[in-house]
């Protein structure tokens, strides 16, 4: 089994694909681990890459949501914190011994998460954040153009 970024999953928001890309990365790290018998040590550093990503990725997804006032964001932001719940539950649940099936549950709910979450309502967002910057890019330049040809400017 192996996992590819698709075009699919992109939304066109720069900044949110290059934080999915990366996590793409990291699951597809886990997988070819896995497939050479190191993956209890690749899920390892995949939890520690996650406590940074839950930071840095979902405060940004958050904040653009309240910045641009997005109809679904308490939802959206009740399923980031689900997620990490789920990665704790699994973390607390090894303690410190990771086993296979540690390595199995961590595969399918970061697959899960690719695949529904950013497949989802990740892509509902960033086509929402990028259809209003898109109109306000046109209504700044339609400003623009009227107070060019505006009376109080052809004097
Ligand atoms: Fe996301
Ligand atoms: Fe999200």
């Given at each position: 089994m192996s996992i590819e970024w698709s075009r699919?999953?992109?939304?066109?928001?720069e900044w949110q694909d290059n934080q999915h890309k990366e996590l793409f990365k990291r699951i597809s790290s886990l997988i070819d681990a896995m497939n050479v018998g190191l993956g209890r040590e690749e899920v390892g550093r995949l939890f520690k890459f996650l406590d940074e990503y839950f930071v840095v990725h979902f405060n940004a997804e958050d904040e653009a949501m309240m910045k641009y006032n997005f109809p679904g964001g308490p939802f959206h932001m009740a399923e980031h914190r689900r997620f990490q719940q789920d990665v704790e539950l699994i973390r607390e649940e090894c303690n410190g011994n990771i086993t296979t099936g540690t390595v199995i549950k961590v595969q399918r709910l970061v697959v899960d998460w690719l695949i529904n979450h950013i497949g989802g309502i990740d892509k509902a967002l960033g086509e929402y954040i990028l259809r209003i910057e898109k109109k306000a890019a046109f209504d700044a330049a339609h400003q623009d153009q009227s107070n060019a040809t505006s009376p109080k400017n052809l004097s």
């Amino acid at each position: 089994m192996s996992i590819e970024w698709s075009r699919s999953l992109a939304t066109g928001l720069e900044w949110q694909d290059n934080q999915h890309k990366e996590l793409f990365k990291r699951i597809s790290s886990l997988i070819d681990a896995m497939n050479v018998g190191l993956g209890r040590e690749e899920v390892g550093r995949l939890f520690k890459f996650l406590d940074e990503y839950f930071v840095v990725h979902f405060n940004a997804e958050d904040e653009a949501m309240m910045k641009y006032n997005f109809p679904g964001g308490p939802f959206h932001m009740a399923e980031h914190r689900r997620f990490q719940q789920d990665v704790e539950l699994i973390r607390e649940e090894c303690n410190g011994n990771i086993t296979t099936g540690t390595v199995i549950k961590v595969q399918r709910l970061v697959v899960d998460w690719l695949i529904n979450h950013i497949g989802g309502i990740d892509k509902a967002l960033g086509e929402y954040i990028l259809r209003i910057e898109k109109k306000a890019a046109f209504d700044a330049a339609h400003q623009d153009q009227s107070n060019a040809t505006s009376p109080k400017n052809l004097s």
